[in-house]
C-alpha cells in the first residue's frame, strides 16, 4: 500500500471510530429493550416497571421486556445489570435498596454501586407499610409497640432480607420506639404477604402498591405509613411522624439505571424519554393506583439525593446496630 491510500485509510478509519458511537445512539433503540427488576412479579417494583415499559414501547416502537431477577435483596439483578453491556438495551429498574440502603449497609459488594450503576432518573415515590394481619389483636402502632417490648425478639416481622429497604425501615423503627422484632427473610411481596395472611408470620413491612389491595380486602390491616407523608391508597393510615417516631422515617422510591459505563449521551436520551414517558397522563394514573406518586428527578439532581440518604442509612444503621456482610 502507498503512502497516500495508507493516509486515506487512516483518515477513513479514525472518522468511523468517532462517529459509530454517535450513529448508535442516534438510532437507539433498534431493538428490545431489558428492564432487569430485581424481584419477583408481583411486588411494587415489578408494577412500576411493567407500567413504565408499556408506556416506553409505544413511544419507542420497540418492546421493553421485564426480567426479573429476584434475590440477595436486589444484588443479584443489580449486578447483572453492572455487568451488562452499556448500551442502553439493559436498564435496571429499582427501589432505593439498590441505590442507598445496600451500599450503607453491606461493605462488600460484587459491584461499585455509584461507579457501576449510573442513575438515568427517579420515577416514583413509594411508601413502606407496616401491617398486621386483620385477625391481629394490634389495632394500633402503639398496640404492636407495647407487645413487643413486653416480649422482645418474639413477634415476627417478614421483610426482604438482610440489607434490603423493609429490613432497614424495621431496624429505624426499632431503634426509635426501643424495640426489637425478629427479622424473616423473603425474596418479595408474593410469599411473604402471602405467609402473613395465613399467621406464618405475625407482621409485615412491604410498599403500599403489594399491600394495600390486601388491607382493603380486609385480609390486612395497616398500622403506619413507614415515611413522612400519607399513601394516597391508604390516606386514613398515620406516618411515623405523625405518630411522633420521626427516626423511623423511610422514604421510599424506584428509579431506572444503566450500566455505570453506558455513554453521556445516551444516558441523557434515555434520560429525555423517561421523562416524556411520565408525563403520560395514563401511566400517571396507573402509578397511583398503586399508591405511589409519579415524579421524575433527573440523574444529575438524583446524584445528592442518593448521597444524602447514604450517610443518614450509614449513621442511622450503626446506632440500630444493623449489620449486614
Not at 478509519?13 to 432487569?36: D, F, G, I, K, N
Request: charged content about 20%.
Amino acid at each position: 500500500m502507498t503512502t497516500l491510500p495508507r493516509l486515506l485509510f487512516a483518515a477513513i478509519s479514525t472518522t468511523l471510530l468517532h462517529t459509530t458511537p454517535a450513529l448508535a445512539q442516534e438510532t437507539w433503540p433498534a431493538r428490545p429493550v431489558r428492564l432487569v427488576v430485581p424481584f419477583p412479579p408481583g411486588g411494587g417494583t415489578d408494577i412500576v416497571a411493567r407500567a413504565l415499559g408499556d408506556t416506553l414501547a409505544q413511544r419507542l416502537k420497540q418492546p421493553l421486556v421485564v426480567d426479573n431477577k429476584p434475590g440477595a435483596s436486589t444484588i443479584i439483578g443489580a449486578d447483572a445489570v453492572a455487568k451488562a453491556a452499556p448500551d442502553g438495551y439493559t436498564l435496571l429498574v429499582s427501589g432505593s435498596t439498590t441505590f442507598t440502603v445496600n451500599p450503607a449497609l453491606r461493605s462488600k459488594l460484587p459491584y461499585d454501586a455509584a461507579r457501576d450503576l449510573a442513575p438515568i432518573g427517579l420515577i416514583a415515590r413509594a411508601p413502606l407499610l407496616l401491617v398486621v394481619q386483620s385477625g391481629s389483636p394490634w389495632k394500633t402502632l402503639g398496640d404492636l409497640i407495647a407487645a413487643a417490648k413486653a416480649r422482645p425478639g418474639s413477634i415476627s416481622c417478614a421483610n426482604f432480607g438482610p440489607g434490603s429497604a423493609p429490613q432497614l425501615a424495621g431496624g429505624l423503627l426499632g431503634l426509635a420506639a426501643g424495640i426489637e422484632m425478629l427479622d424473616v427473610p423473603y425474596k418479595g411481596s408474593a410469599a411473604a404477604l402471602s405467609d402473613l395472611i395465613g399467621g406464618q408470620v405475625q407482621v409485615a413491612i412491604d410498599t403500599a402498591a403489594a399491600a394495600a389491595p390486601h388491607v382493603r380486602s380486609g385480609k390486612l390491616r395497616a398500622l403506619a405509613v413507614i415515611g413522612s407523608v400519607r399513601s394516597a391508597m391508604l390516606p386514613e393510615v398515620p406516618t411515623v411522624t405523625e405518630l411522633k417516631l420521626p427516626e423511623a422515617v423511610f422514604d421510599g422510591w424506584y428509579a431506572v439505571a444503566a450500566p455505570g459505563r453506558a455513554d453521556a449521551a445516551l444516558r441523557q436520551r434515555i434520560e429525555r424519554e423517561l421523562k416524556a414517558a411520565l408525563g403520560d397522563p395514563a401511566l400517571q394514573a396507573r402509578i397511583r393506583a398503586q399508591g405511589m406518586e409519579p415524579v421524575f428527578v433527573g440523574g444529575d439532581a438524583l446524584k445528592p439525593l442518593i448521597e444524602a440518604e447514604l450517610a443518614r442509612y450509614r449513621m442511622l444503621a450503626h446506632r440500630a446496630k444493623i449489620v449486614v456482610d
